[in-house]
């Protein structure tokens, strides 16, 4: 996000006022160790958590399609849903939790025990290169839950380049192989 910010201030700003911003701008990291995923026990939960507006640039119908898809080779999952405008209740697949009914520990609960594997599907940088997808992100990451994410914006950066879960950018097999 740093070299986003940084690429951006480019276009308005001297030498020098960069070299401040390079000073000044500290990225900070999740507040976790690194996590072994090959090391969580899922047990009998299989919910994908969608933990994003339910708006079109956060791939929310794209996503939809997908679930459908999944939803006609397997019945044993459930996505879950915070953000009312991702309220997915017309699905057969969805479990929607407003935010309005849980606390900020509640939410994290929530993500903690009941989150199989979280989901970015994302389809444009619209909100700053990803800023804000990356929060929702990183909470789930920071939860010790896994997410399957799109191989561009911020993410191969953010989770390093042997992360095993990203997926070339709407492309619907490759994303539901690595959910599967």
């Known amino acids: 996000l740093k070299e986003k910010v940084m ?16 000073n000044i701008i500290q990225p900070h990291t999740l507040g976790i160790e690194s996590t ?20 079109h640039y956060m791939g929310w119908g794209w996503f939809c399609k997908a679930m459908d898809e999944l939803w006609k080779r397997r019945q044993d999952f459930k996505v879950l849903t915070f953000q009312r405008d991702a309220n997915g209740v017309k699905y057969p697949w969805t479990d929607y939790q407003s ?18 594997i979280g989901v970015g599907c994302f389809t444009s940088s619209k909100g700053g290169g990803g800023a804000s997808w990356s929060i929702s ?10 997410c399957v994410l799109p191989n ?3 993410y191969p950066s953010l989770v390093g380049d042997n992360y095993p879960l990203l997926y070339k950018s ?11």
């Not at 690429?7 to 390079?22: I, Q």
């Not at 935010?99 to 199989?116: E, I, S, T, V, W």
């Not at 992100?137 to 896994?146: N, R």
Request: proline residues 3%; glycine residues 6%; without cysteine.
């Open 170 to 180: 709407q492309n619907q097999d490759e994303f539901l192989t690595q959910i599967e």
């Open 99 to 116: 935010p309005l009914n849980l606390n900020r520990d509640d939410y994290f609960k929530r993500m903690k025990q009941d989150g199989y």
């Open 137 to 146: 992100i990183t909470d789930l990451l920071s939860l010790g839950v896994p």
């Open 152 to 154: 561009k914006f911020v």
């Open 36 to 55: 072994d995923f090959s090391e969580v026990k899922y047990g009998e939960r299989k919910n994908i958590i969608f933990n994003h507006r339910g708006q």
């Open 7 to 22: 690429d951006d201030a480019r276009t308005y700003f001297n030498d020098e006022t960069m070299d401040k911003l390079d």
